[in-house]
């Protein structure tokens, strides 16, 4: 099944998701693949557990923690 792609109010979609879902998407597979919860991803970036709870349920962009976001799930593959 071939993913559609439309552009929706400046956003690129694949799929009927927007780029920041498929990231937190990808984020909760990689949490539940290593155990860990979205409030050790708030505390081991640094940021405060309510505002990861607002990205990781779609009420605030992750624009700026992406970075830090692929950082820390980076560090739990080299664990491994």
């Known amino acids: 099944a071939e993913k559609r792609r439309i ?3 400046n956003r690129f ?3 009927g998701m927007t780029m920041s879902q498929e990231f937190i998407l990808k984020v909760r597979i990689q949490l539940a ?4 919860s979205q409030n050790w991803l708030a505390d081991t970036i640094g940021i405060s557990r309510p505002y ?3 990205i990781m349920n779609g009420r605030r962009k992750p624009d700026k923690q992406i970075k830090p ?4 799930l980076a560090e739990l593959e080299k664990e491994k």
Do not use: F, L
């Open 52 to 54: 990861m709870s607002d």
């Open 13 to 15: 979609i694949r799929g």
């Open 69 to 72: 976001i692929e950082a820390a």
């Open 7 to 9: 552009y929706s109010r």
């Open 33 to 36: 693949k290593y155990g860990k």
